[in-house]
């Protein structure tokens, strides 16, 4: 048995583990050099810092490990993610390393546009479920914009196409933002260009757009998938630019192309909604300013037909001053009658008074009797209050002694003094206004005879009967009566005749005055 046991021992071929490794690794080669494979992404974390991506594919039974190069990774149409049913085109080899195989990937498709959908719709539900695709959050897009920022490659017809129809309609400042608009970075790019635009300050070197344009021509799923990245779409929503989405044809529809306020059926149709017609404002306004004149010349007419109207219906300035006048007219000729009539009152009254220098005397004597008879009593008052206190001082003298006594004399004394003082002072305040009523007569008198012979040294004469009274009545003189002239010179004395005129009416003596126009006052 032992000899047997050695005898296999050395007929059997000896390997290193290297050369075994090495060998599998050609044979799988061989036999599977370029295979197409079918699995889900499992395990997938994004590119590692090389720039290189790991995961896995598997399906319901088994599990292929899968690696992309750098290079690799940025030919791809659309960023790989975890969960998706894809389509990986390589090669197999092993990696001695672990002793496992894995396929590496030259090219990476998804398994159909259901799964893509699928994935789409899913994302798209659960944005929405957020409020990202809210009518709300939509801000308005400006009327006439002065810089427009458009996120595109610079390289294709899209931007072409925007440049010309903004020229032909609206020439204005256009920024392009150069981005790869297909591949791996598409998103990141787009994503970033829609964050630095939003970054531009208000005053800084590069204007700041009023509105921003993120646009692509058409294309597949496949091609348009970066517009579907999450970040991409979070960030289009909380721009503070409005956007206009204009990625694909009109049939083609992105995330992005809900999140963005404005979504256009193409990038020369995002051209046409962000800026009017120049030609067509012009003409709007020509014929808005055409309407404006003529409304205007309207107006004016109309206001100026019912101003006329209006100077129609009001009366002429004679009409209007007519009853004032007659008003005016009426009280002036009251104002005539009322002076006649109140200088005859006043006449009448000062005859009535029969104000003369007798009257006035008399008045004089009576107020100094007044006045006379008041100083009496005051007199007699005052002695009474003197003998009165005499004898209340002689009744108490016997109760009193020398000093209350002496005291009470002075307090009595100086009571004495001020009733004397007092007594003087009504006394003389007394005589100072009769004194001045006895002035104020004479004065009276003395202006009473001058104004008397100022009439007389006018040519006046002054009737008196025989009596010595004044005539003031035609009527009063009987024929042959011995009347006296008085004149400012003298007396003569002056026999009544029968020649002599009627006397007038009492109205004609009012209103017909002495020659000169000078009133009389007697």
Same mark, same amino acid.
């Given at each position: 048995?032992?000899?047997?046991?050695?005898?296999?021992?050395?007929?059997?071929?000896?390997?290193?583990?290297?050369?075994?490794?090495?060998?599998?690794?050609?044979?799988?080669?061989?036999?599977?050099?370029?295979?197409?494979?079918? $699995?889900?992404?499992?395990?997938?974390?994004?590119?590692?810092?090389?720039?290189?991506?790991?995961?896995?594919?598997?399906?319901?039974?088994?599990?292929?490990?899968?690696?992309?190069?750098?290079?690799?990774?940025?030919?791809? @149409?659309?960023?790989?993610?975890?969960?998706?049913?894809?389509?990986?085109?390589?090669?197999?080899?092993?990696?001695?390393?672990?002793?496992?195989?894995?396929?590496?990937?030259?090219?990476?498709?998804?398994?159909?546009?259901?799964?893509?959908?699928?994935?789409?719709?899913?994302?798209? @539900?659960?944005?929405?479920?957020?409020?990202?695709?809210?009518?709300?959050?939509?801000?308005?897009?400006?009327?006439?914009?002065?810089?427009?920022?458009? &996120?595109?490659?610079?390289? !294709?017809?899209?931007?072409?196409?925007?440049?010309?129809?903004?020229?032909?309609?609206?020439?204005?400042?256009?920024?392009? /933002?150069?981005?790869?608009?297909?591949?791996?970075?598409?998103?990141?790019? &787009?994503?970033?260009? &829609?964050?630095?635009?939003?970054?531009?300050?208000?005053?800084?070197?590069?204007?700041?757009?009023?509105?921003?344009?993120? %646009?692509?021509?058409?294309?597949? +799923?496949?091609?348009? /998938?970066?517009?579907?990245?999450?970040?991409?779409?979070?960030? &289009?929503?909380?721009?503070?630019?409005?956007?206009?989405? %204009?990625?694909?044809?009109?049939?083609? /529809?992105?995330?992005?192309?809900?999140?963005?306020?404005?979504?256009?059926?193409?990038?020369? !149709?995002?051209?046409?909604?962000?800026?009017?017609?120049?030609?067509?404002?012009?003409?709007?306004?020509?014929?808005?300013?055409?309407?404006?004149?003529?409304?205007?010349?309207?107006?004016?007419?109309?206001?100026?037909?019912?101003?006329?109207?209006?100077?129609?219906?009001?009366?002429?300035?004679?009409?209007?001053?007519?009853?004032?006048?007659?008003?005016?007219?009426?009280?002036?000729?009251?104002?005539? @009658?009322?002076?006649?009539?109140?200088?005859?009152?006043?006449?009448?009254?000062?005859?009535?008074?029969?104000?003369?220098?007798?009257?006035?005397?008399?008045? +004089?004597?009576?107020?100094?009797?007044?006045?006379?008879?008041?100083?009496?009593?005051?007199?007699?008052?005052?002695?009474?209050?003197?003998?009165?206190?005499?004898?209340?001082?002689?009744?108490?003298?016997?109760? +009193?002694?020398?000093?209350?006594?002496?005291?009470?004399?002075?307090?009595?004394?100086?009571?004495?003094? $001020?009733?004397?003082?007092?007594?003087?002072?009504?006394?003389?305040?007394? +005589?100072?206004?009769?004194?001045?009523?006895?002035?104020?007569?004479?004065?009276?008198?003395?202006?009473?005879?001058?104004?008397?012979?100022?009439?007389?040294?006018?040519?006046?004469?002054?009737?008196?009967?025989?009596?010595?009274?004044?005539?003031?009545?035609?009527?009063?003189?009987?024929?042959?009566?011995?009347?006296?002239?008085?004149?400012?010179?003298?007396?003569?004395? %002056?026999?009544?005749?029968?020649?002599?005129?009627?006397?007038?009416?009492?109205?004609?003596? @009012?209103? %017909?005055?002495?020659?000169?126009?000078? $009133?009389?006052?007697?």
């Amino acid at each position: 048995m032992s000899d047997l046991l050695a005898e296999s021992k050395s007929n059997a071929a000896e390997f290193t583990v290297s050369e075994i490794s090495n060998a599998l690794r050609r044979t799988v080669e061989d036999q599977f050099g370029h295979v197409r494979v079918r $699995g889900e992404i499992s395990g997938y974390r994004g590119p590692h810092s090389s720039g290189h991506a790991y995961f896995s594919l598997k399906d319901d039974r088994a599990r292929l490990d899968a690696v992309v190069w750098k290079g690799t990774m940025s030919r791809l @149409r659309f960023r790989p993610e975890e969960g998706m049913e894809v389509i990986a085109t390589g090669k197999l080899t092993t990696y001695p390393g672990k002793s496992n195989y894995q396929i590496v990937i030259d090219n990476l498709e998804p398994a159909g546009a259901g799964a893509l959908m699928a994935m789409l719709e899913e994302r798209k @539900r659960r944005l929405a479920a957020e409020g990202l695709f809210d009518p709300a959050r939509k801000q308005l897009l400006p009327f006439m914009p002065r810089v427009i920022g458009v &996120v595109t490659s610079p390289t !294709g017809s899209v931007i072409r196409d925007i440049v010309h129809r903004i020229k032909g309609r609206f020439p204005l400042h256009v920024i392009v /933002w150069p981005v790869r608009v297909q591949g791996e970075t598409s998103a990141a790019e &787009v994503a970033e260009a &829609v964050h630095g635009f939003n970054a531009l300050p208000d005053d800084g070197p590069v204007p700041r757009p009023d509105l921003l344009i993120v %646009a692509r021509g058409g294309g597949s +799923l496949e091609d348009l /998938w970066g517009f579907n990245d999450e970040a991409l779409v979070r960030i &289009v929503a909380a721009s503070d630019l409005p956007i206009i989405s %204009a990625v694909g044809h009109e049939t083609d /529809w992105t995330l992005i192309d809900l999140a963005a306020d404005v979504r256009a059926p193409t990038p020369t !149709g995002a051209a046409e909604i962000a800026v009017p017609v120049k030609v067509e404002l012009e003409a709007r306004l020509a014929d808005l300013g055409a309407r404006l004149s003529g409304a205007m010349t309207r107006l004016s007419d109309r206001r100026r037909t019912d101003l006329r109207a209006a100077a129609r219906a009001l009366p002429s300035p004679d009409m209007l001053l007519a009853l004032p006048r007659r008003r005016f007219d009426e009280a002036a000729g009251r104002l005539d @009658r009322g002076l006649s009539h109140d200088t005859a009152r006043k006449r009448a009254r000062l005859d009535a008074a029969r104000l003369s220098p007798a009257v006035l005397s008399g008045r +004089l004597a009576e107020a100094r009797r007044l006045v006379n008879r008041d100083v009496a009593r005051a007199a007699a008052a005052l002695a009474a209050c003197v003998r009165a206190s005499r004898a209340r001082q002689l009744r108490s003298a016997g109760r +009193l002694t020398v000093a209350p006594i002496e005291r009470r004399n002075a307090r009595a004394r100086q009571a004495f003094a $001020g009733l004397s003082r007092r007594g003087d002072t009504a006394i003389d305040r007394k +005589l100072e206004r009769a004194r001045a009523r006895y002035v104020q007569a004479e004065r009276l008198i003395a202006t009473l005879k001058l104004s008397e012979d100022a009439i007389l040294q006018r040519g006046y004469a002054l009737v008196l009967d025989q009596e010595g009274t004044v005539v003031k009545r035609a009527a009063e003189i009987a024929t042959g009566a011995a009347l006296t002239l008085q004149f400012a010179d003298g007396k003569v004395e %002056a026999l009544a005749g029968s020649g002599g005129q009627k006397p007038k009416p009492r109205s004609a003596e @009012r209103k %017909a005055g002495p020659p000169g126009g000078q $009133g009389s006052l007697f």
